[in-house]
């Protein structure tokens, strides 16, 4: 059974250009969730997807998009990339109606230079 | 909003030691979430604890919530090298979808 699986595991980009990162849940699982991870702090949400909408963001700008597939996979998009998204980006996948926990991806560590 | 304040930051152990990091919330906890991480990687799940005064163990790992559900605790006896990474608590606040978590908690266990 395939927990979450991310791609890709490194990428690195420079200022100003765009990137996607690609997520699939857990086997059974119907919601996706995205997170940021700076050097030395937990992870902060940035937004939720369930039903291929999204479901609740946090305080990320519009650079910050997502889109979920029929097959409940989701990718994150990132615009005009600072230096400051540099991050691992972390994507978690749960049951959408139950308090039962999220499951991890082992991210995908971003470096922008 | 709701926080989640980890202590300590850093702990470094004797292999064999035992050892408690605390997880208090500024608000009442509607489920408090254990998760453990290697450096750079994804989080794994340790436990999950609902219910004021509720305690679980797994291995040599018992995690508990007070009765006001405001502070848990993580409890590691006779740690070995395995126990080492970043210990983070989580919690999803009343109304929201959303995880919150602590800065974590990193630690080092000496062989």
């Known amino acids: 059974d395939a927990g979450v699986t991310q791609s890709p595991t490194h990428l690195i980009k420079t200022r100003g250009q765009q990137v996607t990162l690609r997520c699939s849940p857990k086997?059974?699982?119907?919601?996706v969730s995205w997170y940021q991870q700076a050097l030395g702090q937990g992870p902060q949400f940035i937004f939720q997807?369930?039903?291929?909408?999204?479901?609740q963001r946090g305080n990320f700008p519009d650079r910050f998009s997502g889109h979920q597939f029929p097959n409940y996979s989701s990718e994150l998009n990132v615009n005009a990339l600072l230096l400051g998204d540099s991050a691992l980006y972390l994507c978690?996948?749960?049951?959408?109606?139950?308090?039962?926990?999220?499951?991890f991806g082992d991210g995908t560590r971003l470096s922008i230079l | 909003s709701q926080e989640l304040e980890q202590s300590p930051q850093s702990l470094i152990v004797q292999e064999g030691k035992n050892l408690t990091i605390n997880c208090t919330s500024s608000?009442?906890?509607?489920?408090l979430y254990w998760y453990k991480q290697k450096y750079g990687e994804g989080l794994i799940f340790l436990m999950m604890?609902?219910?004021?005064?509720e305690e679980k163990s797994h291995e040599k790992i018992t995690a508990k919530l007070d009765e006001k559900k405001q502070q848990s605790s993580l409890h590691i006896t006779a740690s070995q090298p395995s126990h080492a990474g970043i210990y983070l608590c989580?919690?999803?606040?009343?109304?929201?979808?959303?995880?919150?978590f602590g800065t974590g908690t990193r630690l080092k266990v000496l062989a």
């Open positions: 608000k009442t906890l509607y489920g």
């Open positions: 086997s059974g699982h119907d919601t």
């Open positions: 989580g919690a999803r606040p009343s109304g929201t979808y959303k995880y919150i």
């Open positions: 978690a996948s749960s049951e959408g109606q139950s308090n039962q926990p999220q499951h």
């Open positions: 604890l609902q219910k004021g005064g």
């Open positions: 997807y369930y039903e291929e909408e999204e479901r």
